[in-house]
């Protein structure tokens, strides 16, 4: 059974442009989470959606960011006209139910650095 | 003040000793309690979790839980040069899937 998979690994971009980072999560699993990890900080949280709705969007910037978790396809983190201080790492977890946090599987990251 | 506060570190240690990981918090609401792995460049990975208040074992991992001082920790015993990693704090209230962390703590364990 693979693991929580994102790509890609690593993204650079410029500022001004936008960033794409894509989350499939482990197979039966419908409900998916995304954070943000600062250099030299914890995660942060910033999204949790299950298959086609956002259920709390309480941790995502206002402005830039959206995200989306069709009923086909992985989840997607978007971030428009991206700026240096979104340069973090990107992770998604998936779980089967919601209720259990310790049931979150994290996946690999995703490294934005913007130049 | 951070909601969960974590000592970053860096913590290093001989091959064989007992390591103690401490997180303090601020909200009484947080029931569940979890502590993670994280290898450099790496997610975090679920190390062990404890509802409430209390002790958990699990072979050379302890976790304990007070909190009527808020206080959660994380001991390692006969400590490995594998055990090198950065160990996350987490918490949450009840039913409530998001999760704060601790901003972690660097161990190395040197052989």
């Known amino acids: 059974n693979a693991g929580v998979m994102q790509n890609p690994r690593h993204l650079v971009r410029r500022r001004g442009q936008e960033a794409r980072l894509r989350c499939s999560p482990m197979?039966?699993?419908?409900?998916v989470y995304w954070y943000r990890q600062l250099p030299e900080e914890g995660l942060k949280f910033m999204v949790y959606l299950q298959k086609e709705n956002i259920i709390d969007e309480s941790g995502m910037p206002k402005e830039r960011f959206s995200a989306e978790f069709p009923k086909e396809g992985p989840s997607i983190l978007r971030i428009q006209q991206v700026v240096r201080g979104d340069s973090a790492a990107y992770f998604c977890?998936?779980?089967?139910?919601?209720?259990?946090?310790?049931?979150?599987?994290f996946g690999p990251g995703t490294r934005l650095t913007v130049t | 003040q951070k909601e969960v506060e974590q000592d970053p570190g860096p913590l290093s240690v001989p091959e064989g000793a007992i390591v103690s990981l401490n997180c303090t918090y601020s909200n009484s609401a947080f029931q569940y309690f979890m502590w993670y792995r994280q290898y450099s460049r790496k997610g975090p990975e679920l190390l062990m979790y404890t509802y409430s208040s209390g002790n958990k074992e699990d072979g050379r991992f302890t976790a304990q839980v007070d909190k009527s001082s808020k206080y959660i920790s994380l001991f390692i015993r006969d400590s490995q040069p594998s055990d090198s990693a950065t160990y996350l704090c987490a918490m949450t209230e009840y039913n409530n899937n998001d999760m704060r962390f601790g901003a972690g703590t660097r161990l190395t364990v040197k052989p």
């Open positions: 977890a998936s779980s089967e139910a919601s209720g259990r946090p310790y049931e979150q599987y």
């Open positions: 197979k039966g699993h419908s409900h």
